[in-house]
């Protein structure tokens, strides 16, 4: 089975900008469409970005669209989160996965066993 790592999660003030990254055991991550999804307290995971396995192109919930970017780097199989102008609302822990649709708005996570994600806290 595939471990996903997330990394990069941390406490930030509102405003402020952290770029959050994923890799895996094996090589995967350049093989398929990718996706961050976030699971905040007392709420289901949702996606709130997906690219394509060639990095050229990328879907974003409404949620973030404008303040993050998602990235890949197929040569060292991972893909980023950057964030900026983070929220109070974005506070949740972070995960990445592959997807079977970076462009469905509700794409099917490929593996079933999901890394510990990155925690991040946004507060004053």
């Known amino acids: 089975q595939v471990q996903l790592v997330e990394s990069g999660g941390d406490l930030v003030h509102p405003g402020g900008s952290l770029r959050l990254s994923c890799a895996a055991s094996?090589?995967?991550?350049?093989?398929?469409?990718m996706g961050w999804y976030r699971q905040a307290p007392g709420k289901q995971r949702e996606l709130v970005a997906s690219?394509?396995?060639?990095?050229?192109?990328?879907n974003y919930a409404d949620s973030v669209k404008g303040r993050f970017t998602i990235s890949r780097d197929n040569a060292k199989d991972t893909v980023d989160l950057q964030m900026n102008s983070l929220k109070p609302e974005d506070t949740a822990v972070y995960y990445c996965?592959?997807?079977?649709?970076?462009?469905?708005?509700?794409?099917?996570?490929?593996?079933?066993?999901w890394g510990r994600g990155t925690r991040v806290t946004v507060s004053s």
């Open positions: 996965n592959a997807v079977n649709n970076y462009a469905h708005p509700s794409p099917r996570p490929l593996y079933s066993e």
């Open positions: 690219i394509n396995r060639l990095g050229t192109d990328t």
């Open positions: 094996r090589t995967i991550i350049s093989i398929y469409d």
